[in-house]
């Protein structure tokens, strides 16, 4: 059985620094990645690592802050956030891909999803 556990998320300042993590089980991925989704919005790619490491271009919103990074001997996925911002809160979600040559920024990509952990920012 496939399990996406995510953790790490909580109520920081503006300015700080949180590390989420996700570890998954019952197979490995061809590619890994963190999305969010804010009150009132959509669900947006943030960030997301194939199995050899590269990672896909970061959005406007978060790049030169938001860091992704994969270990694929503990089978998870990391996303240290810098610098963070009150209009990063969100609940953030991992998702893991089967196939390879996916489109990363799509949430129809990604076969599996973890129940979301929340960042909270206050200003």
């Known amino acids: 059985q496939v399990q996406l556990v995510e953790s790490g998320g909580g109520l920081v300042q503006a300015g700080g620094s949180l590390r989420l993590s996700c570890a998954a089980s019952?197979?490995?991925?061809?590619?890994m990645g963190w999305f969010r989704q804010a009150p009132g919005k959509e669900r947006e790619f943030v960030a997301a690592?194939?199995?050899?490491?590269?990672?896909?271009n970061y959005p406007d919103s978060v790049k030169g802050r938001f860091t992704i990074s994969r270990d694929n001997a503990k089978n998870t996925v990391y996303l240290r956030m810098n610098s963070l911002k009150p209009e990063d809160t969100a609940i953030y979600y991992c998702a893991a891909a089967q196939r390879y040559f996916i489109n990363y920024y799509k949430t129809d990509s990604y076969d599996y999803w973890g129940q979301g952990t929340q960042v909270t920012v206050s200003s």
């Open positions: 019952g197979r490995t991925f061809s590619a």
């Open positions: 690592s194939t199995k050899s490491g590269s990672s896909a």
